[in-house]
């Protein structure tokens, strides 16, 4: 199976600064990459959809210029928050789908901004 | 919009028992069944994939069954093990990848 890497692995910002996360397929050239968020005690919210090459696909209520999605090669993809504020803390996870469309997930980020 | 429900929410259960955690889902329309473990807050590592031809599949003492007919899917553990405390997440492919609500495991020592 694919071996997804997310960089880094917690990250604390100030308020107004805004940070980015890399997600890396190791061992797999992904054409899509996904970019989902998690709230302590529930399940992960699908956000975007990273497209290698082309703009993102943005999930209805996530603001496509907050959350800053390029995917510039088919094996990185990155999420930059803009202006974070507290309520963007979460823990942010990356995944791809490999050929035989199973699932992979990055490690995840826990973002916190005080 | 397909809707994915995990029951029960939280198990705990003493160490060597025998488990079942249940995912039901209500459209059909669905192509693979995945089973993920989070341990926390960490990422999410790949158990079992069914492909939508499959009705089951193994892996040591996992076993994971899908019956798209009546919209459920089944992981069965056996011999649980402290080690195998975590949260486990169905998840199905449709149009886009649906995730359950998870299920929070305490095997006891």
């Known amino acids: 199976g694919a071996v997804v890497s997310q960089h880094p692995s917690w990250v604390i910002c100030k308020s107004g600064t805004s940070v980015k996360i890399e997600c890396r397929s190791l061992d797999f050239q992904a054409t899509t990459m996904f970019w989902y968020r998690q709230f302590p005690k529930q399940s992960l919210m699908l956000m975007a959809t990273s497209n290698e090459g082309s703009k993102a696909t943005y999930e209805q209520g996530v603001e496509k210029d907050k959350f800053l999605i390029n995917h510039a090669s088919l094996t990185l993809s990155t999420l930059t928050v803009t202006s974070a504020h507290p309520e963007d803390s979460s823990f942010y996870i990356c995944?791809?789908?490999?050929?035989?469309?199973?699932?992979?997930f990055g490690q995840g980020t826990r973002l916190t901004v005080v | 919009k397909q809707e994915v429900t995990q029951i029960p929410a939280a198990l705990s259960v003493p160490e060597g028992e025998n488990l079942v955690l249940n995912c039901s889902f209500t459209?059909?329309?669905?192509?693979?069944l995945q089973w993920f473990r989070q341990d926390p807050g960490k990422g999410l590592t790949s158990l079992l994939l069914i492909q939508s031809s499959q009705r089951e599949q193994t892996s040591g003492r996992l076993n994971a069954s899908l019956d798209k007919s009546s919209g459920r899917s089944t992981l069965y553990i056996a011999a649980s093990q402290p080690g195998d405390s975590a949260t486990y997440l169905c998840?199905?492919?449709?149009?886009?990848?649906?995730f359950g609500t998870g299920t929070s495991l305490t095997v006891i020592p």
């Open positions: 459209d059909s329309a669905i192509y693979n």
């Open positions: 995944s791809v789908w490999d050929s035989d469309t199973e699932a992979f």
């Open positions: 998840a199905f492919t449709g149009n886009q990848f649906y």
